[in-house]
């Protein structure tokens, strides 16, 4: 066997491992990962059209009921699609000790941890696609056209991996804190609100917008939303600076690890 | 009430006394979380109330409501959910823990409630001194809409009646995991059923308006005590205590089929 088509066995029995470990426990999964952006999205619907209600015109920004609508269905969409929470198992195996069989094993952790985010984002693209179909269905959302579904799912797994690699260096700071919860929550709270996830970037004040362009965050929500809409203006620059974020904090990742395992003491050995 | 039930009261007291103690110094070896717990309540502050900062910038009212009344809303209920953090959150945390490792065995031989023992044995002391930033805020709005001096021990209340309320609800949900045992999804429910209960009733459609008043109470913690705030509403005070007293009847009934089909992995 070639050393290609064994490394290509070891990721595809990972991820079927990991696909097995997500649907074990299905209420659990769906409570963790589903529930959460559908209550999210409910709250959003709810809100928007009580804002609509109270308020005196049509449009919001320029913006009716209908395409705010639209806007957060394809935020409900794009965060199923992506919105992982793999640093919550990453922080306890560090903590545990768990870590110390990867320093062993031919497959270490980096590529575990990715096999585990490939099999949930899979897993989550049709969980995303059923949810598509159902609000389809509804006609609470309009079908996107062919170039926006491929511009939208590239640009959804693209942040799909920013955010992967986010958790991951939240999950490692487990090598130095006690508890690593308190920081994913934050940084949930920090995406949630500057990505577009609550309100469409339009409606924040234009200084922060133009700002916001040049950190992680928009690319998290907004400019996925914003393909699958077709609502994009431009696509090299956005995609060149969601590049360039995922190669700076892959590099932080891979700097915190080494300087984290230094730290390890290997708990329960 | 009788010598027994006083002397019982009192121990009572002294364990829970006991209890915060060992939170306490529990939470002085970690002393970093102190800052953290204070970061991610002062972004949750700032975030919450800049998004309702940032969608009246583009309109003058939400319902009859305008920016402050909305504001001192969202900043009582994040003053609910500071007491909530304190007093109880951990204890939704940790329960699974204690039924999968069949530590609940010794909670049942104590001479103590179950419930009690269960849902008031951590207290989250990390986040003692968060309440000073929301308060102050809490402290400005309610300037800002003129309460009287008379008003704020009603505020205060009201929010400790939002608080028993918040918490029966969510030991009543944390029950499931007796069933499920694993508390991940359920703890993942109750945080989604408290961003539900982070907004007026006004905002949801009749239909889940009566579902979350009449069915899960989760709208009576902020709507109830506001209403009576503004509209000086005091009829609103009859729904909660209602909820409060089914609640509490309906939580032990829970418990008690809990650990009825509890099976021990201990043993």
């Known amino acids: 066997m070639s050393h290609f088509s064994l490394g290509l066995a070891k990721w595809s029995v990972t991820i079927k491992t990991s696909w097995s470990n997500l649907l074990t426990y299905r209420l659990n999964f769906f409570l963790q990962v589903i529930g959460p952006s559908l209550v999210f999205f409910f709250i959003k619907y709810n809100l928007w059209w009580a804002i609509y209600n109270s308020h005196q015109g049509d449009t919001i920004k320029g913006m009716t009921f209908s395409q705010m609508m639209n806007y957060h269905v394809w935020a409900l969409i794009t965060s199923l699609i992506f919105r992982g929470y793999n640093s919550n198992s990453l922080a306890e195996d560090i903590r545990l000790g768990k870590i110390s069989t990867y320093m062993i094993y031919p497959f270490n952790f980096w590529e575990h941890q990715t096999c585990q985010f490939l099999a949930f984002s899979s897993l989550q693209i049709f969980v995303s696609s059923v949810t598509f179909f159902i609000l389809f269905a509804a006609g609470i959302v309009i079908f996107p056209t062919f170039s926006g579904v491929i511009l939208g799912l590239s640009f959804s797994l693209l942040a799909g991996f920013l955010w992967f690699v986010i958790q991951y260096v939240c999950g490692l700071m487990a090598f ?4 690593t919860w308190m920081i994913r929550v934050m940084t949930e709270l920090v995406v949630n609100f500057l990505s577009g996830n609550i309100f469409p970037l339009e409606l924040y004040p234009a200084k922060l917008t133009v700002f916001l362009k040049y950190t992680p965050f928009p690319y998290l929500a907004y400019y996925p939303i914003k393909m699958f809409l077709g609502q994009n203006d431009e696509i090299i620059l956005p995609l060149i600076i969601l590049l360039i974020w995922i190669g700076l904090f892959s590099l932080f990742a891979s700097r915190l690890w080494k300087k984290g395992v230094c730290n390890y003491t290997g708990a329960g050995m | 009430m009788n010598l027994t039930s006083f002397k019982s009261a009192k121990n009572y007291f002294a364990v829970y006394r006991s209890f915060i103690n060992n939170s ?23 975030v919450t109330l800049g998004t309702t900062d940032f969608i009246f910038n583009h309109i003058s009212s939400i319902g009859n409501w305008n920016r402050d009344q909305m504001l001192f809303f969202i900043t009582f209920v994040i003053l609910v959910d500071w007491a909530h953090m304190f007093f109880l959150s951990e204890n939704f945390w940790e329960l699974s823990i204690l039924i999968r490792t069949g530590q609940v065995d010794f909670i049942i031989l104590r001479p103590l409630s179950p419930l009690f023992t269960l849902f008031f044995r951590h207290v989250r002391f990390a986040c003692i001194f968060n309440c000073i930033p929301i ?14 001096l008379w008003q704020w021990p009603l505020v205060f209340f009201l929010a400790f009646l939002s608080l028993i309320l918040m918490g029966l609800i969510e030991i009543t949900t944390a029950m499931a995991i007796f069933w499920i045992q694993e508390g991940m999804g359920i703890n993942f429910l109750r945080i989604q059923m408290q961003n539900i209960s982070r907004w007026p009733d006004f905002i949801y459609k009749s239909f889940w308006r009566k579902i979350f008043i009449f069915f899960v109470p989760l709208l009576l913690i902020g709507s109830a005590p506001i209403d009576i705030i503004y509209n000086k509403n005091y009829k609103a005070l009859l729904p909660m205590i209602a909820a409060i007293i089914i609640l509490s009847f309906f939580v032990q009934f829970i418990l008690a089929r809990a650990l009825r089909q509890y099976e021990s992995s201990s043993s």
């Open chain 1, 176 to 179: 130095w804190l006690e508890e």
């Open chain 2, 135 to 148: 308060l102050s805020v809490l402290f400005y709005f309610g300037s800002r809409l003129h309460l009287a």
């Open chain 2, 24 to 46: 306490a110094s529990s939470a002085m070896s970690f002393r970093l979380n102190f800052f953290l717990f204070i970061l991610i309540d002062l972004s949750f502050l700032m």
